[in-house]
């Protein structure tokens, strides 16, 4: 049987879920001339979401054709539904992968704070 551990770094500190990291890449054998007639209509309604307070955050990738969306959400089923009305989603032009995060936490130490306080 194994005994708890006394050293905090090897405890894991649960983190408060404050957004989900949406990343949007083109499929790759996807062609220009078939996304590009969607992107008008994508990006109104990527602005949309932006305008409604979902997006917080949008970068482009540099390395690849997509884009990085920061949600203000905790769920990821909640983003997917808000990214499946997108038209590069409905098209299956495009693959997304999502990451839920939050704050980061080695910056307990800086304010000796052992667990994270409780949300009301």
């Known amino acids: 049987m194994s005994q708890p ?7 894991i500190i649960q983190v408060p879920c404050t957004g989900v990291l949406v990343q949007l890449t083109i499929k790759p054998s996807i062609k220009p001339q078939t996304f590009m007639p969607h992107m008008p209509a994508e ?6 979401l932006y305008l409604a307070g979902h997006i917080s955050q949008w970068w482009s990738l540099c390395d690849s054709p997509g884009v990085l969306f920061l949600f203000t959400a905790t769920s990821v089923e909640a983003v997917q539904q808000l990214m499946a009305a997108l038209p590069l989603v409905r098209e299956d032009l495009v693959d997304l992968t999502f990451t839920r995060v939050g704050p980061l936490t080695p910056l307990r130490t800086l304010v000796n704070i052992a667990t994270p306080p409780q949300q009301p």
């Open 43 to 48: 990006v109104r309604d990527t602005v949309l």
């Open 5 to 11: 551990t006394s050293n905090p770094a090897q405890q």
